[in-house]
């Protein structure tokens, strides 16, 4: 448990400049106003403030980070107002204790949606003070060396957040101890047995590993000492999760694993930097193919370095990282370097660029409506599998792992992926949905022909969330009428297909309600936003039954009778389902199980409660027994076959009994193949006295392919019967 004389101690050692008199009186506030709060491991709460605050100091943040830590959770849960922080230590501290709190007060109707909110408030408050997301990182961090306290399925709920959100954030802000601590904890909450299997194996080998660390460091060490100045060797393990991925996500042996050792080399400038390159390929045996090249081409978090895999003389391999000190700063501390070492990230601007994709992820979303997608969008582009492409110019673009050309095409510019009509990859024409590979030359072939833009197709094809809400937004702007005409046809077969059945004016008053859910202002924009993909229908269609059940549970019979009633002087246009029912043309049916009815066969209708008119046999052993009964004899209603139905394929399943002989079985598929029968399950089972029975279902267009299929099936040497299941 840690108390304030810790947090002072790590500021003094510091020597930053901060203002010790403000922490002070914000530890004071806070003490005050958690004083009898606990947490859950029995230590008084104001231990986890004091916590978040130390390890914003170990990365070098500033006195507001520290006060802000200090003052986090007084707002959310003390009778603190925020006014107040404003009021003592200013609008800068109070912002980022506000860009803190969490969105608690807000009805949501799912944990997923309170989950997306509270992380787009996050992101919007990072984009504006990037410092926000630093102390959430600090609180998340110290909340998870915590977590056993919490009980297993909130830790594992924890831990997948932590991995799909938090860690993501920490590697795209740079900060490298903390995106490994998060990552590592989290993954013995939600593999443990994993997690034990690889601390057995680098506990198994851990003398003779830092032997082997220690050893080629001071192999280097001799080497390179005396002609650099200002020089530091150190080695280390790979983290657990890295090791992890690796093992079980890549499906790689341990001893497939090349860098499960490696050896920093940090000197003063770039040019040292290559020449120590030199240096370690004349000492080591390098690995083909195990070159990256991270100074030239940054990764997109600013990190920078030269890593190289070798082998030394026992053929033992690891990897060689070598940097300068600025680069090792960005490197360990990311952003927060601008803070901990002023000089390694110079102005104002200069941050802000550093920040940009916070933007350019709240931009990609301000579209979208459906707070899940927004929630997946961002873990998606928090991704840190990343590929670096170049135009034809030379330029790098930096994508996510999987990501198409057509991704690439939006990444150099909105309009040339909206004009896109083809793509090459070193100098060859390739299809659109083709993933870029780091290293690669992209070049986009685009029209400028009127009215061109992008296909609907794209946005299932792409990777990345800013590219898909670029094609919506197009979409969104450009084609509002057939939108709106899209979504409504999505809809309506989608209530079609779930028998949700609704009086017009009872569909009036039942969309203007799922429309206000979803915080949209007209049916018709709830409609556009169904068309081009702003709101994902499989999504919330759960929701929409639900809603539908609790208001109009018996809607559908009664809905459903008053339209046989209707239908029963009328001759119907057609029949989609093959099935006509008392004369009307559009009605939902399903074939019964019970006797799986096939053309050809009499059928008759039973309305069911929200499922439509199942269709059975009429002498099937489910009606005969509910036609004597009064209650259910209502139910009952006149189905005949269409004309449409023969050109519809049913299932039908078929027993065959015979004497068990080899080749039997194979005789059987390959007449059922001769006939074109497509086949979707087959049975066989050993029966007594050397007999066998088999179960075959296959696809059929009615009652006379299935007596020829009978029929065929008993001229096979050995077969006695075939007979027509019933269940």
């Avoid at 000197?267 to 083909?288: A, K, Q, S």
């Avoid at 068309?531 to 919330?540: E, H, M, Q, R």
Wanted: net charge neutral.
């Amino acid at each position: 448990m840690y108390v304030f004389e810790d947090l002072l101690k790590i500021i003094k050692l510091n020597d930053a400049g901060y203002d010790v008199g403000k922490i002070n009186k914000a530890y004071e506030i806070a003490a005050t106003a958690h004083q009898g709060q606990m947490r859950k491991s029995g230590d008084p709460y104001i231990s986890h403030p004091i916590a978040v605050a130390i390890i914003l100091a170990d990365l070098g943040m500033d006195t507001e980070s520290v006060v802000a830590a200090l003052l986090h959770d007084v707002v959310e849960d003390t009778q603190v107002e925020i006014d107040t922080i404003r009021k003592e230590f200013g609008e800068e501290t109070a912002q980022l204790v506000d860009g803190m709190t969490k969105l608690g007060k807000i009805p949501f109707s799912s944990r997923e949606e309170q989950q997306a909110e509270n992380v787009r408030k996050m992101l919007i408050a990072m984009a504006q003070d990037v410092r926000v997301i630093i102390i959430k990182l600090a609180d998340r961090l110290h909340n998870m060396r915590t977590a056993d306290y919490w009980g297993e399925q909130k830790a594992r709920d924890k831990a997948l957040e932590t991995m799909e959100v938090y860690a993501p954030i920490a590697h795209r802000l740079g900060i490298r101890a903390i995106k490994e601590e998060l990552e590592d904890i989290s993954l013995r909450y939600l593999d443990p047995v994993a997690c034990k299997e690889i601390d057995n194996l680098l506990q198994t080998d851990k003398e003779e590993q830092d032997h082997f660390i220690e050893a080629i460091r001071e192999k280097i060490t001799e080497r390179l000492s005396g002609h650099y100045t200002d020089l530091l060797i150190e080695g280390r393990v790979k983290s657990l999760y890295s090791i992890y991925r690796k093992l079980y996500i890549q499906g790689r042996s341990y001893d497939e694993i090349y860098d499960i050792y490696a050896i920093r080399v940090i000197v003063t400038t770039v040019n040292e930097c290559y020449n120590v390159l030199g240096e370690v390929h004349d000492m080591f045996r390098p690995i083909p193919h195990r070159f990256k090249d991270y100074i030239s081409t940054p990764k997109a978090n600013m990190y920078q370095s030269l890593h190289t895999t070798v082998f030394d003389k026992a053929a033992i391999p690891f990897e060689v990282q070598i940097r300068t000190w600025d680069m090792h700063h960005t490197a360990e501390y990311g952003i927060a370097a601008h803070w901990k070492y002023k000089a390694g990230i110079q102005g104002k601007d200069s941050l802000e660029d550093k920040i940009a994709w916070v933007r350019q992820l709240l931009e990609s979303q301000k579209d979208s409506v459906d707070v899940q997608e927004i929630l997946g969008s961002i873990k998606s582009d928090l991704t840190s599998d990343e590929v670096y492409v170049f135009t034809p110019k030379g330029d790098v673009i930096t994508l996510p792992t999987g990501a198409t050309v057509i991704d690439f095409a939006y990444a150099i510019h909105t309009q040339v992926g909206n004009r896109m009509v083809g793509a090459k990859i070193d100098g060859r024409m390739v299809s659109l949905d083709t993933p870029v590979q780091t290293g690669q030359i992209v070049s986009i072939i685009t029209t400028n022909a009127k009215g061109h833009g992008p296909s609907r197709d794209w946005i299932s094809i792409v990777k990345t969330s800013s590219t898909r809400n670029k094609i919506r937004s197009w979409f969104k702007k450009e084609r509002r009428e057939e939108n709106i005409q899209q979504g409504r046809a999505e809809l309506e077969k989608e209530f079609r297909r779930n028998n949700l059945l609704l009086e017009p004016e009872q569909m009036d008053e039942f969309l203007a309600r799922i429309t206000r859910n979803q915080r949209l202002n007209s049916v018709e924009e709830f409609y556009a936003a169904l068309g081009y993909g702003g709101i994902s229908l499989t999504k919330i269609m759960p929701r929409i039954k639900e809603l539908y059940n609790q208001n109009y549970k018996d809607n559908s019979e009664k809905i459903l009778k008053k339209q046989l009633e209707k239908a029963a002087t009328q001759k119907p246009r057609k029949a989609s389902s093959g099935v006509i029912v008392e004369g009307l043309d559009s009605c939902l049916v399903k074939f019964s199980k019970c006797c799986n009815p096939l053309p050809g066969d009499q059928i008759i209708g039973y309305i069911t409660r929200g499922y439509g008119v199942s269709i059975h046999k009429q002498d099937c052993i489910n009606v005969t027994s509910s036609l004597n009964d009064p209650n259910q004899k209502a139910r009952w209603v006149s189905c005949e076959w269409s004309e449409a139905s023969g050109k519809e394929t049913f299932k039908s399943t078929v027993d065959i009994y015979g004497k068990d002989r080899p080749g039997l079985l194979v005789d059987v598929s390959i007449a059922l193949n001769n006939m074109h029968v497509p086949v979707y399950s087959l049975i066989a089972r050993e029966q007594p006295e050397d007999s066998t029975a088999i179960q075959i279902t296959f696809g059929i267009s009615g009652l006379d392919q299935l007596n020829h299929i009978i029929k065929t099936l008993c001229r096979i040497s050995g077969v006695n019967r075939v007979e027509r299941t019933v269940q």
